[in-house]
T-cell receptor, first 112, second 115 residues
């Protein structure tokens, strides 16, 4: 079945260090979305990428969509304690339904 | 403010009882809503797709008789955990999108504890 995997599962960084999470899909995706879930909270949409090779930036966050549209990455420059949370990528189900298939997530902890 | 509202946020129930969780889209009509289950420090596992006016579509391995879904209006979907057992204890969360393939808005989630 369709799978979306992320690595690493967990990362603990010192404040100010960079952080990257990688997302890999078993199938080609029409688009990919990224969400952040703070501890105890619900996922919040960050961004959507649609085009092959697309790169988007949001302040310290840089999102990339692979050329083959099967992988993506999120890079955070100079992490801050407010970046703590779990980052999920998600892609649409291959059956063309509305549903989103979520990646396994990368949990980020930042030491102050 | 919240676009999707979920209620209750926490519930504790006794084994064998049923619990109903509501998910409302507040400022748009949602013909489709989704229900997820999340175990501690794990990803969101899609349980089912709630379809307004028709039967829900359940993911493989999810017991439809255990997790009853009703989507009676364009703004409300409910998930009822029937005859709850301790192993049903989890974080349940719903989502909806304004349009297909666009941003998903999540409810606040419901933490269910079955004792």
């Amino acid at each position: 079945g369709q799978q979306v995997m992320q690595i690493p599962q967990y990362q603990h960084v010192q404040e100010g260090e960079d952080f990257t999470t990688y997302c890999n899909s078993s199938t080609t995706l029409s688009n990919i979305q990224w969400y952040k879930q703070r501890p105890g909270g619900h996922p919040v949409f960050l961004i959507q990428l649609v085009k092959s090779g697309e790169v988007k930036k949001q302040k310290r966050l840089t999102f990339q969509f692979g050329e083959a549209k099967k992988n993506s990455s999120l890079h955070i420059t100079a992490t801050q304690t407010t970046d703590v949370g779990t980052y999920f990528c998600a892609g649409p189900g291959v059956d063309s339904s509305y549903k989103l298939i979520f990646g396994s997530g990368t949990r980020l902890l930042v030491r102050p | 403010g919240a676009v999707v509202s979920q209620h209750p946020s926490r519930v504790i129930c006794k084994s064998g009882t049923s619990v109903k969780i509501e998910c409302r889209s507040l400022d748009f009509q949602a013909t489709t809503m989704f229900w997820y289950r999340q175990f501690p420090k794990q990803s969101l596992m899609l349980m089912a797709t709630s379809n307004e006016g028709s039967k829900a579509t359940y993911e493989q391995g999810v017991e439809k008789d255990k997790f009853l879904i009703n989507h009676a209006s364009l703004t409300l979907s409910t998930l009822t955990v029937t005859s709850a057992h301790p192993e049903d204890s989890s974080f349940y969360i719903c989502s909806a999108s304004r349009q297909k393939y666009t941003e998903a808005f999540f409810g606040q989630g419901t933490r269910l504890t079955v004792v």
